[in-house]
């Protein structure tokens, strides 16, 4: 489960950025919101509001960069690394997230350029467990040392260590590459819809698609040899395939016509219902508990009935995943959220992004349980809002078509 994470100099965060999804300190409203992971109290999830290019989305592409970093592997030392820091400057990237695997809390930091890894380091439960500066390694697991000079400067470490089976190394990375998941539709790995090959879950989920008012009564999983690999960003893993038995699961779905029905392949669903399909996987099937999913843009998939039914299952209390959600839809803020699950990012007059959630404001006021967030925001009261010159649009739009404006009338 996700900790924290921290951002600096990526896309338009310039300056060192935090973001929490630990429980906020007296925040008693909702408690099947939270997650008691050990000794952590944890949000199952935080939804980012915020204006058009304010800096939402990329919060979401920093942790799937920090993913790429970790699962995919340079080849040779000429291959340069993926950055996109702010405003094209030449600085190190900064990332560090803090994450719980199998009850242990790791701690990992990276720095980089497109060249190297400057830094990286990994803590385990509060202990080192490596450390390196540039090719410099201040400490590194026993079974590394003999092979240190085999690491490469633009080589991660943390894949190296999974890769020369460093027992720790494997748990850490693994949280990366089966954890960490970013719900998009054109990356959607439909070897989940494996589970769909048990009659008793397939029945289950289309009881969930059902209640949904999807108009699907059954869904068919078609199994064919694969012939070949497909790497994307967002894994290192082929992600339309079962890596052990190498087949391809082609997923249709049957849909229910005034007089007959009708088959649609997955790949032909619209975007709304690809996601809810794929959400349901993680929701309902028990292998997948304890992930953190990534969702972009979630009213774009959902309309807003839809969307609370599902923060309302997401925040059930037998539902164990985490979900990080950026929206425009306003009204998700007044529907059972908690303070600290609120956050908005929001750009400076120097298109600088930060992130702040309703939490971190001292202002007993805005706080208040009895008001609507909604109103607040509109008002102004938590920043991060889109200011919009409605006359001047008109303007541009008067002189584009040569016609003239009321604004041109009255300067004349």
Same mark, same amino acid.
């Given at each position: ?101 199998? /009850?242990? #809390?790791? @701690? ?5 350029? &497109?060249?190297?890894?400057? *830094? =990286? ?124 038995? /190498?087949? #391809?699961? @082609? ?5 229910? &016509?005034?007089?007959?029905? *009708? =088959? ?141 404006? =009321? ?6």
């Amino acid at each position: 489960m996700l900790i924290d994470f921290q951002i600096q100099n990526y896309r338009s965060f310039k300056n060192e950025t935090d973001f929490s999804m630990e429980k906020g300190n007296n925040v008693r409203k909702y408690p099947t919101n939270i997650l008691e992971v050990g000794k952590q109290k944890l949000l199952k999830s935080a939804v980012l509001f915020g204006g058009n290019a304010n800096g939402k989305t990329n919060l979401l592409s920093a942790l799937n960069l920090m993913r790429f970093l970790v699962v995919q592997p340079t080849q040779n030392e000429q291959q340069r690394l993926p950055v996109d820091t702010f405003g094209y400057n030449l600085e190190n990237t900064s990332l560090n997230i803090k994450f719980i695997k199998m /009850g242990r #809390v790791f @701690d990992y930091r990276l720095i980089y350029n &497109a060249n190297e890894f400057v *830094f =990286e380091k990994l803590v385990i439960d509060n202990k080192l467990f490596f450390e390196r500066d540039h090719r410099t390694f201040v400490k590194l697991p026993r079974q590394l040392e003999v092979v240190k000079t085999n690491i490469r400067k633009n080589q991660n470490l943390l894949f190296f260590a999974q890769a020369n089976n460093v027992f720790e190394a494997t748990i850490a990375f693994d949280w990366f590459l089966e954890n960490l998941v970013i719900v998009k539709t054109d990356q959607i790995p439909n070897v989940l819809f494996k589970a769909l090959l048990d009659d008793a879950f397939k029945h289950k989920f289309l009881k969930f698609l059902r209640a949904a008012d999807f108009n699907i009564i059954d869904v068919e999983v078609k199994e064919k040899a694969w012939s070949g690999v497909k790497l994307d960003f967002s894994t290192t893993r082929n992600t339309n395939t079962d890596d052990e038995f /190498g087949v #391809v699961y @082609d997923v249709y779905s049957t849909h229910k &016509a005034e007089d007959s029905t *009708f =088959e649609v392949n997955f790949a032909q669903e619209s975007s709304g219902t690809q996601v809810f399909m794929f959400l349901a996987l993680f929701i309902l099937h028990n292998e997948n508990a304890g992930k953190v999913l990534l969702i972009d843009e979630f009213d774009r998939s959902f309309h807003l009935e839809l969307a609370q039914a599902l923060l309302d299952v997401f925040h059930d209390a037998r539902q164990t995943n985490q979900f990080i959600l950026t929206t425009h839809e306003l009204a998700l803020m007044d529907y059972k959220l908690r303070q600290d699950q609120i956050w908005f990012a929001e750009k400076n007059e120097f298109g600088e992004s930060e992130l702040y959630s309703i939490y971190d404001f001292d202002d007993d006021a805005l706080t208040r349980s009895d008001f609507g967030y909604k109103r607040r925001y509109i008002e102004g009261k938590f920043g991060a809002s889109q200011i919009i010159n409605k006359s001047v649009l008109l303007e541009v739009l008067g002189e584009f078509d040569g016609t003239e404006t =009321e604004v041109q009338k009255r300067k004349e």
